[in-house]
């Protein structure tokens, strides 16, 4: 997949802007990456669009910027110039998605049609816009739409919020999610860009889920391991849960039958999505250590990140 469209799916979230201020560009995309959101749709519906995309591309060059309602192939020229790294539209205009392919620039064109879903796949697509996509039926429609052809991923886009994200984001078929709610125009042209940031951090928040899912402890041996699961499990009132490489007392308390990262054990920290909590992790500064990664079914499960609480190392793990 090409390399921008995957940061969009590993980012989520995709905040889709129409800003009637180009001053407010610059603070609306540090707001978003101070929230987590390092992605932004700036739409040609305003007569600011151009401007706040040069300002954005020239001020906040980290943040991935794209430029939505492209309808023709001068605004495809347009935006490029103007520093958008791809390309949205809200139909499929084939005459413009040809024009972007052929100059390596990624296009998602909008479709809510079976036979729009195919034309993509023909053009050679590996990701469209899914629009509008509460008015036209939601998720259901999307995974009934989309069941037929498997390696077409969509971004739904329209009437969606923060109560419907983690549940489009859990469907296979979906790459991220396009949405207005933490971007409203009243809050940019009133600047309120700290009330921007805290809806970002509330919306990555939601679709991460990330929570303490157990905490592993070094027992040592099989032996003690499996005294000391005994113990908690006759606490707890549950059986004790044995593993390859552990035993369980209940889901909360892991004891390691030999000597695993960490001086006491570790922290497992669970999350919706662990590649895009890697993601996460690695743009908040925190290193991950891809030699401790373990998958499963084909797909990362668990991995390390390089951190020390109080003895304990720390590890995400896909829940």
């Known amino acids: 997949m090409n390399p921008i469209l995957r940061k ?3 980012t989520g979230i995709v905040p889709v802007v129409a800003i009637d201020d180009a001053n407010n560009a610059v603070p609306l995309a540090r707001a978003l990456m101070d929230g987590g959101i390092p992605c932004i749709e700036i739409t040609f519906r305003t007569n600011a669009a151009k401007d706040a995309m040069r300002q954005i591309s020239a001020g906040v060059p980290e ?3 794209g430029a939505g309602t492209v309808l023709t192939i001068d605004q495809v020229v347009t935006a490029v110039d103007c520093g958008a790294r791809y390309i949205v539209s809200p139909g499929l205009n084939r005459k413009v998605v040809e024009y972007c392919l052929a100059h390596d620039i990624p296009v998602t064109p909008g479709v809510a049609t079976p036979t729009e879903v195919g034309v993509a796949i023909e053009l050679g697509l590996e990701v469209a816009k899914f629009f509008p996509a509460e008015a036209m039926g939601g998720l259901a429609y999307l995974d009934a739409i989309g069941a037929p052809y498997k390696a077409m ?14 549940s489009y984001l859990k469907s296979p078929r979906v790459h991220a999610c396009g949405g207005s709610w933490m971007v409203k125009s009243d809050l940019i042209a009133a600047g309120k860009f700290d009330e921007i940031k805290n809806l970002s951090v509330k919306a990555v928040a939601t679709m991460l889920g990330l929570h303490v899912a157990h905490v592993g402890i070094n027992s040592g041996s099989a032996e003690e391991a499996a005294r000391l699961a005994g113990l908690i499990g006759g ?6 849960r044995e593993t390859s490489a552990a035993f ?6 892991e004891f390691r039958k030999a000597l695993s990262p960490g001086v006491h054990g570790h922290l497992a920290i669970g999350t919706h999505f662990i590649e895009r909590a890697i993601a996460y992790f690695e743009r908040s500064g925190l290193r991950i250590l891809p030699e401790t990664m373990l998958e499963k079914n084909g797909k990362p499960h668990a991995v390390y990140v390089d951190m020390d609480i109080a003895g304990f190392a720390v590890h995400l793990i896909q829940v």
């Open 8 to 10: 969009i799916g590993l």
């Open 63 to 65: 943040m991935l910027m």
């Open 153 to 166: 991923k969509f971004i739904p886009t329209g009437g969606i919020d923060e109560s419907m994200l983690l």
């Open 235 to 240: 606490v707890l009132k549950v059986a004790p």
């Open 248 to 253: 369980f007392a209940g889901t909360q308390v």
